[in-house]
C-alpha cells in the first residue's frame, strides 16, 4: 500500500536558520505529492504540490522537488522565521478514482527568534 | 468565497453513545472527504462522497457512516463510539470529478471529539 515517512520531530531553529524536513514515499504508479501545513488550533493548509517526476512545487519561500529515483519530496526554505512555527505534514494523492489523500505523521517546527 | 467550516468545535462524549459532525463546503464544491487525526499523528483517510454518493473509503468500521446533501454539505456519523475514536475529524472538500487528478482540497479547522 502507500505510505509516507516523514523525518521526526521536533525541529526547532533560530530564524534565518535554513530548513531541511526529509520526506520519502513508497507508492504505486505515479502519485502527486503534497506538503500541507497545520497552524495551532487550525486545519490543514496546502502548502505546496508537485504532480510528475522532477517538477519543483514552491510557495512562500518553501520549495521541494520530486525525485521519483529516490522517492522523495524533500520540503526546503533558505530562511525561516518565526511565523513559520507549525506541523508540517507531507502526503501522497494515489492515482485512481477518489482523492485519498495518504499522510505522513508530520513534523513539528519550532522557530526561535 | 467562503471557505470550509465545521460544527461543532468541539465536542465530548461518553463511551458507547453515538455523534454527528457537520461540515459546509467551500462554495461550489462537489466533492467532499472526513479525514481523522489522532493526538501526534498525520490525518488518515475515513471516506469521501462525490454528488451524494460514497467514493472510496478507507480501513475505518462500519460503525462510521456519512451523507452529502443536495447543497454538498456533509455529515459524518460514529455510533457506539470508542475511546479511541477521540481525535480532530477533519473535512475537505473539492472541485472535480474523480477523475481528474490533483485537486486542491480545502480543509476545515476540524472537531475535537473527546469520548470518556
Known amino acids: 500500500g502507500n505510505s509516507v515517512t516523514q523525518m521526526e520531530g521536533p525541529v526547532t531553529l533560530s530564524e534565518e536558520a535554513f530548513l531541511t524536513i526529509n520526506c520519502t514515499y513508497t507508492?504505486?504508479?505515479?502519485?502527486?505529492l503534497f506538503w500541507y501545513v497545520q497552524y495551532p488550533g487550525e486545519g490543514l493548509q496546502l502548502l505546496l504540490k508537485a504532480t510528475k517526476a522532477d517538477d519543483k512545487g514552491s510557495n512562500k519561500g518553501f520549495e521541494a522537488t520530486y525525485r521519483k529515483e529516490t522517492t522523495s519530496f524533500h520540503l526546503e526554505k533558505g530562511s525561516v522565521q518565526v511565523s513559520d512555527s507549525a506541523v508540517y505534514f507531507c502526503a501522497l494523492l494515489s492515482g485512481g478514482s477518489n482523492y485519498k489523500l495518504t499522510f505522513g505523521k508530520g513534523t513539528l517546527l519550532t522557530v526561535n527568534p | 468565497e467562503t471557505g470550509v467550516t465545521q460544527s461543532p468545535t468541539h465536542l465530548i462524549k461518553t463511551r458507547g453513545q453515538q455523534v454527528t459532525l457537520r461540515c459546509s463546503s467551500q462554495?461550489?464544491?462537489?466533492?467532499v472527504s472526513w479525514y481523522q487525526q489522532a493526538l501526534g499523528q498525520g490525518p488518515q483517510f475515513i471516506f469521501q462522497?462525490?454528488?451524494?454518493?460514497?467514493?472510496g473509503r478507507g480501513n475505518f468500521p462500519p460503525r462510521f457512516s456519512g451523507l452529502q446533501f443536495p447543497n454538498y454539505s456533509s455529515e459524518l456519523n460514529v455510533n457506539a463510539l470508542e475511546l479511541d475514536d477521540s481525535a480532530l475529524y477533519l473535512c475537505?472538500?473539492?472541485?472535480?470529478?474523480?477523475?481528474?487528478?490533483?485537486?486542491?482540497?480545502?480543509f476545515g479547522n476540524g472537531t475535537r471529539l473527546t469520548v470518556t
Open positions: 507508492a504505486t504508479g505515479y502519485p502527486s
Open positions: 475537505a472538500s473539492s472541485l472535480g470529478s474523480p477523475s481528474r487528478g490533483a485537486p486542491a482540497l480545502h
Open positions: 462554495s461550489g464544491h462537489n466533492t
Open positions: 462522497y462525490y454528488r451524494e454518493e460514497e467514493n
